[in-house]
């Protein structure tokens, strides 16, 4: 048996414990336990130990009663250890015990951490490591996203005004895979179960946050400017029934790369609204809510301008989902009214997201979804991706998008967004053979 002695000093308020590895038969619970634990901080407690083992020693007395650390024996002893480091305090009387016990437990919790030297050790550990669970730490990721100062609202004001110059002609193909960085966009149709397998492989998403066509034309109804045309589907040419189906198999195809208790934010106008409901209630297990976008100012309409957009929200599977809210807990005070400005009316940075695509969110709103539901490190499907804002977004969390956009201009201008922001150059994965020359060279063999 391993034994350390720690010498502390001479004084009776630091006298000699010792350090050794004791079986955890031989220990024997307090008959009176003060704290108690919440089951998430067993999993914490759990996961730290599964990983690091206990680094930090059980206290007991000269009888071997457990003073401070039943948790960890309950966990050791669940783990399958049969030995345990402790130190034993033989020095304090049974009451003076019993009072350290109390503060054992207690003085934790009163510490305060200075902010901005725990947020640059937590960016530290991340760029080491970037696969390691930080969750481990004890910190919940709801605090962690607002130690992050890259993730604060505040920080996001420069993503839709330094926009890059936009390429009229497409370099993307239909079928191309593209890597930008942790995040992958492809090339094809939503509508094409194919195209989320080559897309996501074995992957699931832990959120999906997407922006569907709204079966409205572009000209005349969200701009006038004669920059944009129509989508290429879903652009006003659909009866409802039809715009049901088409939103009812693209829902589907993406509930089918979800994790389960993942949760799904789909944009929608007023008046398609009903359509988005009925078939979203039908693919998914529940409907949370319907947030409601304030853009701050009218945009086009006939006898009201509408200042709004709804986002449905709804929950795949039975699994608890992630709620980083917590009712504010963690800081999030987030309602179902987002109050984020539009890219309506003046200015550089407004037309030059809008010259991206007639539609564009402001990235900060998919940001703040993204903290409120999911973890770093996870994943967020968008079967629509237009110009890439969820990607952006996720490239501002720590979370890793996965994109599907029919229009290669559009893939063009996300990846050109991408390379802007973070410098780095996008890596196609895959190509589609070109028909034509696929021809070409049979011809040639024969």
Known sequence: MAKIKLEHGSNRASAVGEWELMPLARLTPAVRRTRTHSG??????????REYGILDPITINSANIIIDGHLRVEVARKL??????????SHLSDAELRAYAIAANKLPGVANYDLDALRIELEEI???????DLTLTGLTIGEMDRLDGRYLAGRYDDLDGD???IDEEAVTRPGDLYALGNHRIICGDSLEPSVYATLMDTDRAACCFTDPPYNVRIQGHVTSSAKH??????????????????LDVA???????????????????????????RVGEQVFSERLNICMWDKGR????????????????????????????ALGKNGRDRTNVWSFPGMIGFGKAKNKARALHPTVKPVVLMAEALLDVTNIGDRVLDPFGGSGSTLIAAERTGRHARLIEFDPTYVDRTIARWEKLTGGKAERLHREPDAATETADLEECA
Do not use: W
């Open 163 to 165: 926009l890059p110059e």
């Open 80 to 89: 399958g250890f049969r030995e345990v480091p402790v130190i034993r305090i």
């Open 126 to 132: 991340r760029a080491d490591v970037p696969t390691m």
């Open 229 to 246: 045309g129509d989508f290429a589907m879903a652009s006003g040419e659909m009866t409802r029934g039809e715009f049901e189906r088409f």
């Open 40 to 49: 998430k901080k067993r999993q914490i407690v759990e996961a730290s130990i």
């Open 298 to 325: 009218g945009g086009m309409g006939s006898l009201y301008r509408s200042q709004h957009e709804c986002v449905a929200v709804f929950k795949n599977g039975s699994a608890p989902h992630i709620n980083n809210v």
């Open 251 to 277: 829902l589907v195809n993406a509930r089918d790369q979800l994790t389960d208790g993942a949760i799904v934010f789909v944009c929608m106008d007023h008046a398609h609204l009903l359509e988005l409901l």
